[in-house]
C-alpha cells in the first residue's frame, strides 16, 4: 500500500489577550513547534494551530484598565504574540482569535446545535466567580477565601445562565478514557481526571448574564456564550476556517497544554465534542509549571519573562534549548535568566560551537578530505521527541556533544598530525560525521543553528555558532 502522508494536526491553547506573552506561553508554544518541525521532517503534512482567545471577563477589564474599548486593546495586543512567535522562530500553521467574525459564527451555530439536541438548559445559578480562571470556584478550593491560583477573592455571583449538562456524559467519558480512546498524558494525570470523572460531572455554566464582552447567545441577547466555550471550540473552528482537513474525518491529534487547563481540555471539550456528535482529539498532554527563581510568574512580583528580550540577547535558538533542555516536559521546574545563560555558555558556547570551531578548523589546517552526506534522524531519538521527552532527546544529543569533545581531548589530532597521517584523518572524518549527525538531530529544536551548521559542514568555513556573551 502506498505510504501516503497523513495530516498530523497539533495544537497549543490559545492564550489570553489580557497582556504580552511571556515565557509561559512561550514554552507550550515552542514544544509544539519542535513536535511540528520532527514531522515534517519525517515527511508528513503538518497543521500547527495556536492563537489568541479575546472575549470574557478577564479581557474586558484589562481593557478597561487600559482606557481602550476592547477591541482595540484585543487588536493592540494578539499581533505581540505573533511577533514573539515570529521572534522565537516557531513556524505555526493557523493562527485564530476569536474575535474573528467566522469563528463567532461557527461557535452560534455550534452552540445552536448543542441546544437543538437538548443538551442546553436554562437555570438559576449562585457561585464564585473567579475572574483570572474564568470559571466558578467551587468552596473547597478556596484557600483563605481565595482564588488558590489569582489571590484573589471571587465575585459571589447570582444569574440566570444556560447550563451544559455535563453530567450525561461522565460514563461515556470515562469509558472512552479507559479504553485509551482518548489518551491523557502523562499518566498520573490521567488517573487524577480518571478519579475525578467516577466521582460525578456537574453541569457547567455555558453562558454569562449581560451583553459582555463576548459572543451573543444565539436566541437571547441578555446572555453572551462562555470564554471557555468560545475558546475550546476554536479546534474545530480553526478546520474550516483555514480549510484544512474537516473535523469529522481528521480530529486533532493532539493538545498541548500545561495542567493548569487539562480539566477543560479533557473533561469538558470531549464531552462537548460528543454532544455535537464530533469525533474526540486523539491524544491530550498537559506538561508541568515552572516557576521563575521558585516563584510563580506575576506582575506583582516582577518575575516575568520577556520572551522577545531573551531572544534579543541570547538567541531564539537558546531560548528554545534551554526550555525544554531543563527540566522534564511533563513535570513541574524552575527556570530564570541565570539558567539560561548557564546553558549558553557551558551546553552551547562552550560545548557544539567549541566542537564545531575545532573540529573544522583542525580539518582545514591538516587537509583532511571530507564529504558531506544527508542522514536519518535515529529512529529511537525520533520516537523520544513524539513521545515529547524533550529533556532527554537534548540530553542525549549533548552526550555526543560530549563525546566529541573529549575524543579531541584524548586523541589529540594535532599530535596524530606530526606522526600518523592517516589516524589524524580518521579521528577527524569520524567527528565530522559525528557532527552531521547531531546536526539532523537538533534540526527540530534549534532551526537557525541547524542552517548555520549544515551551511559550515559544506563550505567548511568554521564561524562562531554561539558568539560570546
Ligand atoms: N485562554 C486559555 C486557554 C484556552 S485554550 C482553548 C488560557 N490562556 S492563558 O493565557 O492563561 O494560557 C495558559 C497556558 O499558558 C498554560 O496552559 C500553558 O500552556 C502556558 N503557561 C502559562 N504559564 C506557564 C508556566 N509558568 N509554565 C508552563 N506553562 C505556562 O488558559
Sequence with gaps: MANTPKLFFITTPIYYVNDKPHIGHAYTTIAADVLARLYRQSGKDVFFLTGTDEHGAKIAAAARKAGQAPQDFVDELAPTYQKAWEDLDVAYDGFIRTTNHEHEQIVKELVQKLNAAG?????????LYCEGCERFLKRDELVDGKCPDHHSVPTPSSEENYFFLLSKFADRLREKIEKNELIIEPRARRNE??????QGLEDVSVSRAGAGWGIPFPGDDQQTIYVWVDALLNYYTATRIFDTEDWEKHPADIHLM?????WFHAVIWPAMLMALELPLTQKIFAHGFFTIDGKKMSKSVGNVIDPTKMVEKYGADAVRYALLREFPFGEDGDFS?????QRYERDLADGLGNLMQRVLVMINKYQVKVQYHPIEIELTLQKEVEKLNFE???RVIWEGVHRGNTIIAQRKPWELAQKDTKECAKVLCSLYDLLIAINKQIEPFMPQTAKKMRDQLTTLKPEPLFPRL
Excluded at 193 to 198: A, F, M
Excluded at 258 to 262: E, F, Q, S, W
Excluded at 337 to 341: A, H, V
Design 258 to 262: 500545561a495542567k493548569d487547563i487539562l
Design 193 to 198: 481526571i480518571l478519579g475525578k470523572i467516577k
Design 392 to 394: 532527554l532527546a537534548l
Design 337 to 341: 535568566e541565570k539558567i539560561l545563560q
Design 119 to 127: 443538551y442546553l438548559e436554562k437555570r438559576t445559578y449562585e457561585g
